[in-house]
């Protein structure tokens, strides 16, 4: 899906600055880095803008998720002593950021092929009806925003989305939509596999070769 990334929109902040709690992160990150190599923290200190604004977000009515505006970016430039557009370019390029305001909860449908072929496009339209907006939308509420990203790296597993931190699998549409349900209650849905499904073991259960062995009336 094209990101929206327009650093003029009516909806930038004039300003942005890390608080305290964030401001110590902040310090131990750099710290990591060897001397001159500061900038090198550019991606983890726009984890923690989005984080912060998440926090905020979640306290403010109509609730908003995690987003990293222009100020934020041009902020994160001065800490690091480095050109705003070479921080743009990092927010820009990878999905991990919104460039532009998203709701509470943050669906991000994987859609790529082992997802597909299991069904992701029927997760999507669940989804979308339930919720009543469109991939690329965010409810009125604030609740809720949809987006299509490339594989997520959970193909055993597929169909799944990932909403804000955390990976639900094995989905199937009625267990996509008990998920939307709970958290638009702020409830914590059970994360991973839906269906009970441990790592990457087979559908029908766990096997080993001497049941194989068995049945193939060699043991
Ligand atoms: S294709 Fe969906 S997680 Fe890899």
């Known amino acids: 899906m094209k990101k929206v990334f327009d650093l003029d929109a009516d909806y930038q902040p004039e300003i942005f600055e890390f608080n305290d709690k964030f401001k110590t992160s902040v310090k131990e990150i750099i710290a990591r880095y060897p001397e001159g190599k ?3 923290a550019v991606m983890p200190l726009l ?3 989005q984080r912060q604004v998440a926090e905020e977000g979640a306290k403010s009515t ?6 990293v505006s222009r100020a934020a970016m041009d902020h994160v430039a001065k800490v690091l002593d480095m050109h705003k ?3 743009y370019e990092v927010a820009s390029f990878y999905s991990m950021y919104n460039t532009a305001p998203v709701g509470k909860y943050l669906v991000q449908f994987c859609s790529t092929t082992p997802c597909w072929l299991r069904g992701s496009e029927g997760i999507i339209k669940a989804t979308t009806e339930h919720l009543g907006i469109g991939v690329g939308e965010t409810t009125v509420d604030g609740k809720f925003s949809l987006m299509e990203v490339e594989c997520l790296g959970a193909c055993v597993n ?3 989305v990932q909403i804000n931190d955390d990976y639900y699998e094995d989905l199937t549409a009625d267990s996509m939509t008990q998920i939307l349900d ?3 209650e702020d409830l914590k849905p059970t994360i991973g596999s839906q269906t009970g499904r441990k790592a990457s073991m087979p559908c029908s259960g766990t096997t080993c070769l001497k049941e194989q062995a068995k049945k193939a009336g060699v043991a």
């Open 38 to 40: 500061q900038q090198s």
């Open 182 to 184: 709970r958290l638009s």
């Open 62 to 67: 109509p609730v908003y998720g995690g987003w």
């Open 158 to 160: 597929a169909p799944m």
């Open 47 to 49: 984890d923690l803008v």
């Open 85 to 87: 557009v070479k921080v």
